[in-house]
């Protein structure tokens, strides 16, 4: 599975991005997904993450009621809806695939798009 992140960019404290990730080969159903974040100088961080089919989704403390995941296995997307943005929130956004039970940790995913670069101003 190749991975292509895309959708970041400079955005005001408030307001809103779409991260998108969009996926190469035909068993995208068959793969959790997951968006994980990178700060400078820090460790890359779970932000969220979804089951194969859409019906579960699950979020770290500090984005839980700002940030939606969702996926759509027709167009191989998965995406990243971020709202009420921080400047907290500055960091690279990373999309990745795993088996189903893939969860909250890095190790638990095999394949990673490029980073998309989030900037939250304050």
């Known amino acids: 599975v190749q991975l292509q992140a895309s959708g970041g960019g400079l955005v005001q404290a408030g307001g809103s991005l779409r991260l998108s990730c969009a996926a190469s080969?035909?068993?995208?159903?068959?793969?959790?997904m997951g968006w994980f974040r990178q700060a400078p100088g820090k460790e890359r961080e779970f932000v969220a993450r979804?089951?194969?089919?859409?019906?579960?989704?699950y979020y770290a403390d500090s984005v839980r009621g700002r940030f939606t995941i969702s996926r759509d296995n027709v167009k191989n997307t998965v995406y990243l809806q971020m709202n009420s943005l921080k400047p907290e929130d500055t960091a690279v956004y990373y999309c990745?695939?795993?088996?189903?039970?893939?969860?909250?940790?890095?190790?638990?995913?095999?394949?990673w798009g490029q980073g998309t670069l989030v900037t939250v101003s304050s």
């Open positions: 080969g035909r068993t995208f159903s068959s793969y959790a």
């Open positions: 990745a695939a795993g088996p189903r039970g893939a969860g909250t940790y890095k190790y638990e995913y095999d394949y």
């Open positions: 979804i089951n194969w089919s859409g019906g579960s989704t």
